[in-house]
């Protein structure tokens, strides 16, 4: 079975500060790959997903993950960031074949940006 | 563009009291429909999917029902609520035939007294 650990329940930024959100996953092979962002009292929103090819991939509002097979990682990124990133940021994986409709969910990365 | 709808946006029940909350999608035809629970902390816990109408497969049980009468309609609902059926409930959509991602509604709170 799948699993997904993000191992930072909150992390602490100043804005325009470079962050990286870790993610570390569980999986027999190449799974897909997700970050989505939750912002308060609001649903899931996707930033990113990595399905093959190119292990760094671009998402919305200047973020972006770097999947890494060695290392079973797909950390997220983001050069600079702003007061309104503050949110709270799930990494999820999903099967590549015989799916079973259920992606796994990490337990989430709260992220404070400081002004 | 499609659009996902979730109602009602907030519910404030008594305990052993029925719920029925809803969730609409427009602009994909059958869509694989997902139910969350999220506690107040943030994990998700995935409730129920279902990949066609009128079928519907149970992931945990936490005394609650799902049903979906129509292509883009997906209803949760229990007769009896309990307490620790508090939380945040979000309905998801996917397509394809494997687990691609996930497309969210904004959720509806519940708080059960």
């Known amino acids: 079975a799948q699993s997904v650990t993000q191992p930072d329940a909150r992390v602490t930024v100043s804005e325009g500060a470079s962050l990286q959100l870790r993610c570390k996953y569980s999986?027999?092979?190449?799974?897909?790959l997700f970050w989505y962002v939750q912002y308060p009292r609001q649903g899931l929103q996707l930033l990113l997903k990595y399905y093959s090819g190119d292990p760094v991939v671009q998402g919305v509002n200047g973020f972006e993950a770097e999947f890494s097979k060695s290392n079973s990682s797909f950390h997220l990124r983001k050069a600079s960031v702003h007061w309104s990133d503050s949110a709270v940021y799930f990494c999820?994986?999903?099967?590549?074949?015989?799916?079973?409709?259920?992606?796994?969910f990490g337990k989430g990365t709260s992220l404070v940006v400081h002004p | 563009a499609q659009t996902i709808h979730q109602w009602p946006v907030a519910e404030i029940k008594a305990v052993g009291s029925p719920l029925s909350l809803g969730c609409t999608i427009k602009?994909?035809?059958?869509?694989?429909l997902y139910w969350y629970w999220q506690a107040t902390g943030g994990t998700l816990q995935q409730l129920f999917y279902?990949?066609?109408?009128?079928?519907v497969e149970s992931v945990v049980q936490l005394n609650l029902s799902a049903s979906r009468p129509k292509d883009d309609q997906f209803i949760l609902s229990t007769e009896k609520l309990l307490l620790s059926h508090s939380g945040f409930y979000l309905c998801a959509w996917s397509t394809g035939t494997g687990d691609y991602e996930q497309y969210f509604g904004p959720g509806t709170r519940l708080t059960v007294l």
């Open positions: 279902s990949i066609t109408v009128g079928q």
């Open positions: 999820a994986v999903s099967k590549t074949s015989g799916g079973n409709y259920k992606p796994t």
């Open positions: 999986y027999s092979a190449t799974p897909y």
């Open positions: 602009g994909k035809s059958s869509p694989n």
